[in-house]
């Protein structure tokens, strides 16, 4: 009884509607298939290499050749009256250049008329002959002449590898560079082309939130009823309990009370029966027992006379008024009465089901309409008249770059081909040098004599020879290879990489006048009036959308069309709206009620249920008739007298026969009088206060009930409206972001611009540059390598006069002893 009061109250105090909304869990996020994947330009980036250093020295190299800046004027000029420009002007800016030019030209006049004259001087026997006379020094030169050309040789080689490194990487990279610019265009082209469909498609999407929402309110009736029956059952079962409880003390308090009458009165009955029987008893014990032959019967008389009756049943008060006032009851079946409405509770998810029906269909079809709603995205969508002439400028820029870049293509074969053979060449040399600086060595090793002829040391210096015949035959064709890829991967380095970095070509191509009209990118590429081709650069590298950088009629705002209020505001107010009484269940019916009343001022608490237990204590006879009895058995065993003795044992007798028959039987209503006073005792005290609390939790819970399903249906719809929204809210951010990243995005113009810097400037440029200057270093160092070579041959040939009055034994060989006088 405590438990289910403590129940009872916890359910009437927790608050309705306490419980918080179901959390969506995994399947409260949505996934949308990506739709525009195969039309996106990938970005490419700068990939880190070991010749980054090279490439860096190069760079530094070029930023001190070329210091000037970006040529704005001459460039003005040059694009929109290129009669007008003036060499002094294009001098001056490429003055790095043309010193560069100037030094190129006096190396290849210089280096094969020197050529010429030594081809003379051989003829006449003078360069490259033999060493006229034998020193201490030649050793010492001998080995400082081949650790120089080792030296050079070593440079030389490791600048042809360089060279040979970077012209096969050019190559390489030029193919899928040259590719790379129609596919690009091509793809931008494509790109643009498909924004409608890819817009239809991303709109297609919402099929995904609808799905799901149609599936959530397939089971929200459902939902609303199953929690509208978890929240509110601990209240009504412990109100049921409680009710339960109060008919059942009812029925058992109506049946003690007709115990309590029927038991009283029959106790009373009997005590008048028993009455002139236990008189009667009690003077024919007495007078026997008073008897002059009875021996020591004297301690039993005592006893014998005080045997009288105890407990007078009928000073109890009466409980027919009360039973009076109960009769008939209960009028009502209330155990029907608890089942009905423990059903009618239980069948609230069923009532839930069928009073949201109409309610679930309206928002399906408000799904249908919003579907509707959401395709005008799509209809909406302004690029489809505005891309048009950004399609036909990318179209006509590929027809136009395709004879340029096979143009460049066939130079790059043959730029290819004349670096393989020169850097062949080159190696050939090297060999030379190699094979005349072994093939000397070793000669001069096995030579005895400076002035006898060795032929591996003359094999060394022709060798040698031969090497310096190539470096002059193929110099001046190393120098115009190495000048002209110079001028162009120079220029192409600090005229356009360079100011492409720092976006000076931007400020350029933005600045009005420097371009001619045939060449003005914000009208071709219908940009904003108010917009430039940087302002669109940094725009699209951030996200920009297509609308938001093209030169529309009027404007779009993509986040006024993706306002969530927009396509939900129906769909809230239906569920807003809508109420439906779903806790009307009636616990207690007015006769049930009347019932409980009627019991409550029956007067089962006015009863005076102490005078029962007072009379309870006392016993029905006061003697206890089994003791009496034996001590007369036990008297009679003493007797001498048999007269005497067999009265004693008849008495003994009928004694027990009196407890047996009459005592016994009335002890056992006694005791099944204590058992309903017991009951009726406990019960009368907070008989008031019960039924009093029962009705009014019942009718509390009634009153509740409606109240706070309301307010649990309010709540589970809030919580369905604000999951469902999500679903919307998730759907238009994904449009909103797809829209700006993926379908309708200027993005991969900006990255077609980056990836276009990044394979000119970091992956054809750096290796163009580094192979010019590797092989520029080559063509260099073969001018000591000459000197070298021709010095060293006359180290390895044998010498013409050996004799010179040095006073040496070194330079006399055959020095003869003097004779000097033999003394005896």
């Not at 739709?35 to 250093?53: F, G, M, N, Q, Y």
């Not at 050749?65 to 929109?80: D, G, K, S, V, Y």
């Not at 670096?419 to 080159?426: D, E, F, M, Q």
Request: charged letters at 20%.
């Amino acid at each position: 009884m405590r438990a289910t009061g403590l129940l009872l109250a916890w359910a009437l105090l927790r608050p309705a509607g306490s419980q918080q909304c179901h959390n969506a869990g995994p399947g409260g996020v949505l996934r949308f298939t990506d739709t525009h994947a195969e039309i996106r330009v990938p970005a490419l980036h700068r990939v880190p290499s070991s010749l980054d250093p090279l490439y860096g020295l190069v760079r530094r190299c070029l930023d001190l050749i070329q210091q000037n800046p970006l040529p704005t004027e001459l460039l003005r000029a040059a694009l929109n009256n290129p009669s007008s420009v003036q060499t002094s002007q294009v001098v001056q800016y490429e003055l790095g250049y043309v010193i560069c030019a100037a030094v190129a030209l006096l190396f290849t006049v210089a280096v094969p008329m020197a050529g010429m004259c030594f081809c003379y001087c051989r003829s006449r026997r003078r360069c490259g002959g033999r060493l006229r006379a034998h020193r201490r020094s030649l050793g010492c030169r001998r080995h400082c002449l081949l650790g120089c050309l080792s030296l050079t040789s070593l440079i030389i080689l490791a600048s042809v590898i360089c060279a040979f490194v970077t012209s096969q990487r050019v190559k390489v990279q030029m193919e899928p560079g040259l590719g790379a610019v129609p596919s690009t265009l091509r793809t931008l082209r494509q790109h643009i082309a498909k924004v409608p469909q890819g817009v239809q498609m991303v709109v297609d999407q919402f099929e995904v939130p609808r799905q799901q929402i149609t599936s959530d309110l397939g089971g929200l009736s459902r939902s609303v009823g199953l929690s509208i029956h978890t929240q509110l059952k601990a209240m009504t079962y412990a109100a049921l309990a409680e009710l339960q409880d109060r008919a059942g003390d009812l029925q058992t308090s109506l049946h003690h009370l007709q115990i309590l009458e029927q038991t009283a009165r029959a106790l009373a009955a009997a005590r008048d029966e028993l009455d002139p029987v236990l008189r009667e008893r009690r003077r024919r014990v007495v007078a026997l027992l008073d008897d002059p032959r009875c021996t020591s019967c004297a301690s039993v008389l005592g006893r014998a006379q005080s045997l009288e009756l105890g407990a007078d049943y009928g000073k109890v008060p009466s409980v027919e008024k009360v039973l009076k006032a109960l009769a008939g009851l209960p009028r009502s079946d209330f155990a029907e009465m608890i089942r009905q409405g423990n059903g009618t509770f239980n069948s609230i998810p069923e009532l839930a089901v069928e009073r949201m029906a109409q309610v679930i269909q309206d928002l399906r079809d408000e799904m249908a309409r919003t579907t509707e709603k959401v395709q005008s995205i799509a209809d909406s969508f302004p690029l489809h008249d505005y891309t048009r002439p950004v399609s036909e400028a990318l179209m006509k820029a590929e027809d136009r770059s395709q004879p340029y870049l096979r143009e460049v293509q066939r130079f790059e074969q043959y730029r290819w081909i004349a670096g393989t053979v020169l850097c062949s060449i080159i190696l050939l040399i090297l060999a030379c040098n190699v094979a005349g600086m072994a093939l000397g060595a070793y000669g001069l090793s096995k030579r005895e004599d400076p002035s006898d002829y060795e032929c591996r040391g003359e094999a060394g210096a022709k060798f040698l020879l031969v090497g310096v015949g190539l470096a002059f035959l193929f110099s001046w064709l190393l120098v115009l290879l190495v000048f002209a890829t110079f001028l162009v991967g120079g220029n192409i380095q600090t005229l356009v990489c360079r100011n492409w970095v720092n976006q000076e070509i931007y400020k350029f191509i933005d600045t009005p006048g420097n371009l001619p009209p045939s060449m003005n990118i914000t009208r071709q590429l219908n940009l904003r009036r108010d917009s430039n081709l940087s302002t669109t650069y940094r725009e699209c590298k951030s996200g920009a959308g297509l609308w938001e950088v093209l030169q529309l009629d009027r404007a779009y705002d993509l986040d006024e069309h993706l306002k969530t209020p927009k396509y939900t505001a129906d769909f809230q107010k239906r569920l807003a709206d809508f109420t439906a009484r779903l806790g009307d269940v009636r616990l207690l019916r007015s006769e049930g009620r009347q019932d409980l009343e009627t019991f409550a001022r029956s007067g089962v608490d006015e009863v005076d249920y102490g005078r029962f237990q007072e009379e309870m204590r006392k016993p029905v006879v006061q003697t206890s008739l089994p003791g009496l009895a034996r001590s007369l058995e036990g008297l009679q065993k003493m007797q001498r007298n048999s007269t005497v003795a067999g009265r004693l044992a008849a008495e003994a007798r009928a004694l027990w026969q009196m407890q047996n028959s009459t005592v016994q039987s009335q002890e056992a209503l006694v005791e099944k009088l204590g058992e309903s006073v017991q009951f009726l005792s406990r019960l009368a005290p907070h008989l008031q206060e019960r039924v009093r609390t029962t009705l009014a939790t019942i009718a509390s819970v009634e009153a509740r009930l409606p109240v706070q399903a309301q307010q649990i249906l309010r709540q589970e719809i809030g919580c369905f409206t604000r999951r469902e929204l999500r679903y919307f809210t998730q759907y238009l951010n994904w449009v909103g972001q797809t829209l700006r990243e993926d379908v309708a995005s200027c993005q991969p113009l900006a990255t077609a611009l980056d990836n276009g810097r990044v394979i000119l400037c970091d992956r054809i440029a750096d290796p163009w540059n580094a192979f010019w200057f590797s092989l520029g270093c080559c063509t260099f160092f073969l001018i000591p390598n000459i000197i070298f070579a021709i010095r060293l041959t006359k180290h390895f040939r044998p010498i013409r006069n050996r004799l010179i009055s040095t006073g040496s034994e070194e330079t006399c060989p055959f020095h003869i002893p003097r004779v000097t006088a033999l003394k005896l």
